[in-house]
């Protein structure tokens, strides 16, 4: 390892683009930068190749062409979900569910939602940091016409039930449909689950599931709302017809292009990559445990519990952004859970959901795996982590 | 979004480390993020002769430990008790506004054990 040669482990942050991502994506810069929505040859090379892109997006979801609207990511894919569909079935009922460890753009959306008087339910998880199938049915009541949970959490890893929760969704729809009860969507925010698992809407039974580029080497700004056929959801950004009026604004062409070919290649790598990254995850885990004493593992450790690249262990008694900083100086990019990186100052609510004790939160470190990470790069971290933990150790006043 | 000055602190902290037989204890916790600091000194003819500290928290915490530390060493107790937070920040070439507070910990714990010092002083009859 050189001294300048710098190691990323924050994959679950952002990725990099694949070269064979951007080598599709650079003519639609310059030389086919035509506008989709116009008649002419500029505009309707643009259009094929992103009618090429959104086929790849359907076939990898097993949707079909006109299920896929392509967003600014999953951000913007979220709000159109939670607020789209709760605004157009307002007469229909007023409920929705979601869990406690969601990503923020759900979670505010959900706190929004409710100022404006809808009503939420934030499900609790286990130590592991699992949503229960039998907490959603219970939630569930007359009013409820949403249930929203993630496939995958961000900061630990804790892959959902969400195989099992689509099955209890659509059992209760039937019944419904009898009782002349409103429908329940059910929605997938699956941007941490598509490298590793699998995503095909109708084995997950969901009705909407939203992805984002830049988490598996495609572009950044770039993500997808998949809305199956039929499902009513009021349009946020309005404006012209693009998106078949869902999404309105100008298309993000080279974007389009560069997240259908990286979804190719993550789909094609899938297993390939999942157990390499999963024996790398193993590996530092085993070498935390071994050479630093009073850790934490706060990721499932099991390959179908967690998702095989993410580990986020405690180190009490070090404080999670000191840890950052001193990796950074070695040239490792981590991240942390701590309060004291939060603007808000707050610690990490999946932490905090999984019931980890505010000293646990305060010191917890994600390390979040990709394809192109190797074991010498762990070794080089563990030359470093024992070190700056127990230097932080001894400036503490609590032993 | 660190001064170098900050960085240079949080890297090589000055007075850091526990004291023997301190004359006085500063110990404050930080509510808004769970940070705590511990501030030692020792004092003669009403001057800070020694001071040390021990903190749990970011790198802003342990830089404005270190810093007044620093700062207060060699002064009067009179003069120490008037360090404020915005001392250290300023002698830290400044902090991000989101880390403002973890200077007020700083400027606590001093005046916490100067006034612990004063009290066992009192209680003496010294
Ligand atoms: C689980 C999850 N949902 C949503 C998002 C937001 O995605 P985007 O960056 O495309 O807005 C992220 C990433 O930050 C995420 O990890
Ligand atoms: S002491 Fe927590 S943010 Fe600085």
Do not use: W
């Not at chain 1, 979670?107 to 959603?136: I, N």
């Amino acid at each position: 390892m050189t001294a300048n040669s710098r190691i990323y482990l924050d994959h679950s942050a952002t990725t990099p683009l694949d070269p064979k991502a951007l080598r599709k994506m650079q003519p639609y810069f310059t030389e086919k930068f035509g506008n989709p929505a116009s008649i002419h040859t500029y505009g309707q090379e643009a259009l094929k190749a992103v009618d090429e892109a959104r086929e790849a997006v359907a076939e990898f979801l097993d949707a079909t062409n006109s299920e896929i609207f392509f967003t600014s990511g999953a951000t913007e894919a979220n709000n159109m979900v939670l607020r789209g569909t709760m605004e157009k079935r307002i007469e229909e009922g007023n409920h929705f569910i979601t869990s406690k460890i969601e990503h923020p753009s759900i979670l505010e959306t959900a706190r929004s939602l409710e100022k404006d008087g809808f009503m939420a339910s934030y499900l609790p998880v286990d130590k592991e940091g699992r949503v229960s199938k039998e907490s959603v049915q219970k939630a569930i009541t007359k009013k409820t016409v949403l249930v929203s949970i993630m496939y995958a959490n961000n900061e630990v890893g804790a892959i959902q039930p969400i195989k099992e929760i689509g099955k209890l969704i659509r059992k209760e729809n039937k019944k419904r449909l009898k009782e002349g009860l409103p429908e329940i969507y059910f929605h997938v925010d699956a941007v941490q689950g598509i490298n590793f698992l699998d995503c095909s809407v109708k084995r997950l039974r969901c009705h909407l599931l939203s992805l984002s580029g830049h988490k598996f080497y495609g572009p950044k700004g770039i993500g997808v709302l998949y809305k199956q056929e039929g499902v009513a959801l009021k349009a946020q950004a309005t404006g012209g017809h693009q998106e078949r009026n869902v999404r309105a604004g100008t298309s993000n062409v080279p974007g389009i292009i560069g997240l259908a070919e990286a979804l190719k290649i993550a789909n094609k790598n899938r297993e390939k990559s999942s157990a390499k990254v999963f024996e790398l995850k193993k590996y530092l885990i085993q070498k935390i445990k071994d050479q630093i004493p009073n850790i934490k593992v706060n990721s499932p450790e099991s390959d179908n519990k967690g998702l095989p690249n993410i580990a986020n262990i405690s180190f009490p008694g070090a404080e999670g952004e000191s840890i950052l900083l001193k990796l950074d100086f070695a040239g490792i990019a981590v991240s942390t859970g701590s309060a004291c990186s939060s603007t808000s100052l707050e610690p990490s609510h999946v932490l905090l959901a999984q019931r980890l004790t505010f000293k646990e939160a305060h010191s917890s470190v994600r390390f979040s795996l990709g394809k192109h990470n190797t074991k010498k790069e762990i070794n080089y971290l563990m030359k470093h982590l024992p070190k700056i933990i127990e230097d932080l150790r001894k400036m503490s006043p609590i032993k | 979004m660190y001064t170098k000055e900050v960085l240079a602190h949080f890297t090589n902290p000055k007075n850091m480390g526990k004291m023997k037989n301190p004359d006085g204890v500063g110990d404050v916790g930080n509510l808004r993020c769970g940070d705590i600091m511990k501030l030692y000194i020792k004092v003669k003819n009403d001057k800070i002769k020694d001071i040390k500290f021990e903190t749990l928290g970011c790198a802003a915490a342990i830089a404005t430990s270190s810093m007044i530390t620093d700062l207060a060493k060699g002064k009067t107790l009179v003069e120490a008790k008037k360090i404020s937070n915005k001392d250290v920040a300023v002698a830290l070439k400044g902090l991000p506004s989101a880390k403002m507070h973890c200077s007020n910990l700083a400027a606590d714990a001093l005046a916490n054990a100067i006034e612990n010092y004063q009290k066992k002083k009192n209680k003496n009859g010294k």
